[in-house]
Antibody
């Protein structure tokens, strides 16, 4: 069974850092792109960023709202994707979902996102 | 960036009704359009990919159509378990974007 499990969420003060992990199982992790999507309380889905598989360059793309503050990385040997979040703001408060993406072509985003993890809540507050 | 606009934002329908949700892109995205279902407190689930392909395991009452800028998600006969919020998402641009969501309530 394909499974994604996020961890690392919690309460953090504005300006501080937090690292989320997404542990995958049930598929060949290195063959897929991995993406992070967040959802603020009572709001819709907001794409955060993704990292392509190494076969497609292993490069990253980010939403404008997090570019320069967030970094996505991957450890294919451990089947884990990471989201390093620096300089956190109160507006970063959300449930953060990890999701698998199918790479389409070099330079393009994943075709679609499936499956999704259960999410981990990040609360940025003083 | 490509903006995705869904309509309506919410709707109320009866079991057995045919329900249609539309999604419009601010520029042409060919068929790079996906639909997700999210139930309260749960993660989103992929329903339709590439505008009209049904994801494995998804009931056949769900269907998608469209290309270019205008897309539709149709539920042919609404069931009680279809109470959820539905999101469209474009995968044409590297700056991925979602619609704002359509909440479907059961009358």
């Amino acid at each position: 069974e394909v499974q994604l499990v996020e961890s690392g969420g919690g309460l953090v003060q504005p300006g501080r850092s937090l690292r989320l992990s997404c542990t995958a199982s049930g598929f060949t992790f290195g063959d897929y792109a991995m993406s992070w999507v967040r959802q603020a309380p009572g709001k819709g889905l907001e794409w955060v960023g993704f990292i392509r598989s190494k076969a497609y360059g292993g490069t990253t793309e980010y939403a404008a709202s997090v570019k320069g503050r967030f970094t996505i990385s991957r450890d294919d040997s451990k089947s884990i994707a990471y989201l390093q979040m620096n300089s956190l703001k109160t507006e970063d408060t959300a449930v953060y979902y990890c999701t698998r993406g199918e790479d389409s072509s070099v330079g393009s985003p994943p075709n679609w996102f499936d499956p999704w993890g259960q999410g981990t809540l990040v609360t940025v507050s003083s | 960036d490509i903006q995705m606009t869904q309509s309506p934002s919410s709707l109320s329908a009866s079991v057995g009704d045919r329900v249609t949700i539309t999604c419009r892109a601010s520029q042409s995205i060919s068929s790079y359009l996906n639909w997700y279902q999210q139930k309260p407190g749960k993660a989103p689930k992929l329903l339709i990919y590439a505008a009209s392909s049904l994801q494995s395991g998804v009931p056949s009452r769900f269907s998608g159509s469209g290309s270019g800028t205008d897309f539709t998600l149709t539920i042919s006969s609404l069931q009680p378990e279809d109470f959820a919020t539905y999101y469209c998402q474009q995968s044409y641009s590297t700056s991925v974007s979602f619609g704002q969501g359509t909440k479907v309530e059961i009358k």
